[in-house]
């Protein structure tokens, strides 16, 4: 039985009512974008009132937290004094406009839009503290730990709970929590966390890590570049300081106001302390040829000569200290061999003149003679080169010169400040070594090195590119510093920028002739030698 189409009214009804349908789709589609825009354009003119409506709206409920929070018996001169300010504004000219402005200003900063701060850190950075807590696994972990901080896919935010990171994304601080069976005491632990901080961190940077035991923390924290553009120049310290270079902020409390071209600014010294009370009589500076041991010397020796006299012993050759020959203070600048003794010798024999003439003094009950107080500053670089030399010529040592100044030159106001190289650090004698509790290196070295010179490890890692200057101090039984030395360079030197020739030039005392320069009383030979009095017996009646 063949089938019957539908009727043609039927085919055409069901047509209209779909092209119906999509129409009043289209519409309502159109109504709710237009709608849309109109609420937009609507929020965007009546956003100050909203604002203002939203702050008075906080401002009150800030009001009320304060009226339930306030005890009963102060509620009653509390509502007196909100009665007596009214007043008072009721009365000023334009007080109750300039209220309502005060209100409406008040309560557009309380009701602007607060978007709270993103939780966490982005995705990169999550990726890299995940990676330094996954690192520090095989060390921070023990199988025997029934709840251990640190395992494999573990929860590092318990371990790193805080975290700074730099405009580059690489950390900044960092705050580590590890278990308290880590043996945080042992140097050698200290040094693989270290070393695997430093790489894991970013490396080319330095980084200082401090250790609290007794809360089971460690804080890590990049340290910027110290500035390696301060020029030498008056430094504002008192007779018997001397500034050695800059270091941190950290552990440094002192500043230094410096000139940096037309700029001031305040700058945390390394200050070395000499004189009678002085616990690090002399100093030791150790490095590689470049790095900046000769700027030391002659940084300290424009400081010594503002209120004393300068002995400089030379063993390089190279006349890194001509500039400062025939300058009035300068007693000697030596070179050579025969030079060398004969001015240490000269020191030797002031340094039991001294002594003696104290020691006189003292025993009648007199002040100390004027020629015994002015500072002496005997400043040696590269010593050992005289040793061989003395050693190959039949002469005396000059080092072994230097141990009454050595011994006694605190007492006699006599400082020795000696700076070597490490390929002949072992040359230097025992005299040396024993008595220069103030130490410098500088320059690139290793852990090992540094704390054979130093006495302590740096609380810092050292890096493999540092400028000339850059380097670590302590003084004595002290903290470890970072330093960087005050540039000082040789002015007659042609590689020198012409600000820092200036610098150094400005500094320098007038240059004097012998035949101009008075002769001063501790280096005349028309005076009478003094009694040969033992320079041991002269210390024992001292002390």
């Not at 609420?39 to 304060?66: E, F, Q």
């Not at 929860?155 to 730099?166: S, T």
């Not at 120049?233 to 071209?261: K, S, W």
């Not at 070295?445 to 890692?461: D, F, I, N």
Request: include cysteine.
């Amino acid at each position: 039985m063949a089938r019957r189409p539908l009727p043609r009214i039927l085919s055409t009804g069901s047509a209209q009512f779909a092209r119906s349908r999509e129409l009043a789709r289209t519409q309502f589609a159109r109504s709710r974008e237009l709608a849309r825009t109109a609420g937009d354009s609507a929020s965007d003119v009546l956003h100050p009132l909203i604002t203002i409506t939203r702050g008075l709206r906080r401002l009150a409920a800030a009001g009320r937290r304060r009226w339930a929070e306030t005890p009963k018996d102060r509620r009653g001169p509390l509502l007196f004094l909100v009665a007596s300010v009214i007043l008072v504004v009721a009365l000023v000219p334009y007080g109750p406009l300039l209220a309502v402005i005060t209100v409406m200003a008040a309560a557009a900063w309380q009701g602007r839009d607060r978007e709270p701060a993103p939780e966490g850190p982005d995705p990169s950075r999550t990726e890299r503290l995940k990676a330094l807590y996954e690192a520090l696994v095989p060390y921070f972990s023990a199988p025997e730990d029934p709840e251990p901080l640190y395992f494999h896919g573990g929860d590092w935010e318990k371990a790193l709970p805080e975290y700074e990171f730099d405009g580059t994304g690489r950390v900044a601080r960092l705050l580590i929590r590890y278990p308290a069976y880590f043996t945080d005491g042992e140097a050698q632990a200290r040094i693989r966390i270290e070393h695997l901080l430093t790489s894991k961190a970013g490396r080319g940077r330095e980084y200082h890590f401090d250790w609290d035991e007794e809360g089971n923390e460690l804080t890590v924290s990049a340290l910027a570049p110290l500035p390696t553009d301060i020029a030498a120049q008056r430094f504002v310290t008192a007779p018997g300081e001397t500034v050695l270079g800059f270091t941190d902020a950290t552990l440094v409390r002192r500043t230094l106001p410096l000139t940096h071209g037309a700029q001031q600014r305040d700058v945390p010294p390394v200050v070395w302390r000499t004189g009678l009370r002085s616990t690090e009589p002399h100093l030791l500076a150790v490095g590689q040829p470049g790095s900046g041991t000769s700027t030391l010397l002659r940084s300290i020796a424009l400081q010594a000569l503002q209120h004393g006299d300068v002995v400089i012993v030379e063993g390089g050759g190279t006349g890194e200290y001509a500039c400062l020959t025939g300058r009035d203070g300068v007693l000697a600048v030596e070179c050579g061999l025969a030079g060398a003794v004969a001015s240490i010798e000269w020191v030797a024999t002031e340094t039991e003149r001294r002594l003696i003439a104290v020691n006189r003094a003292r025993q009648a009950g007199n002040p100390p003679p004027e020629d015994t107080k002015r500072p002496l500053w005997v400043l040696l670089d590269r010593p050992t080169v005289f040793t061989h030399l003395a050693a190959a010529d039949g002469r005396k040592d000059p080092q072994s010169l230097l141990q009454v100044p050595l011994r006694h030159g605190r007492a006699a106001g006599i400082t020795v400040v000696v700076a070597e190289q490490w390929d002949a650090l072992d040359a230097l004698g025992d005299a040396v070594r024993q008595h220069t509790r103030a130490r410098v290196v500088l320059g690139p070295a290793t852990a090992e090195q540094l704390e054979s010179v130093l006495g302590a490890p740096p609380h810092t890692t050292p890096v493999a590119d540092t400028p000339p200057g850059r380097g670590y101090a302590r003084l004595g039984t002290g903290l470890v510093h970072r330093l960087q030395v005050p540039a000082t360079p040789d002015p007659y030197d042609d590689a020198t920028s012409e600000a820092h020739r200036q610098a150094v030039l400005d500094l320098l005392p007038e240059r004097t002739t012998p035949m101009e320069a008075e002769p001063s009383p501790r280096l005349s030979k028309t005076e009478p030698e003094p009694e040969p009095v033992p320079v041991e017996a002269v210390v024992a009646e001292t002390s």
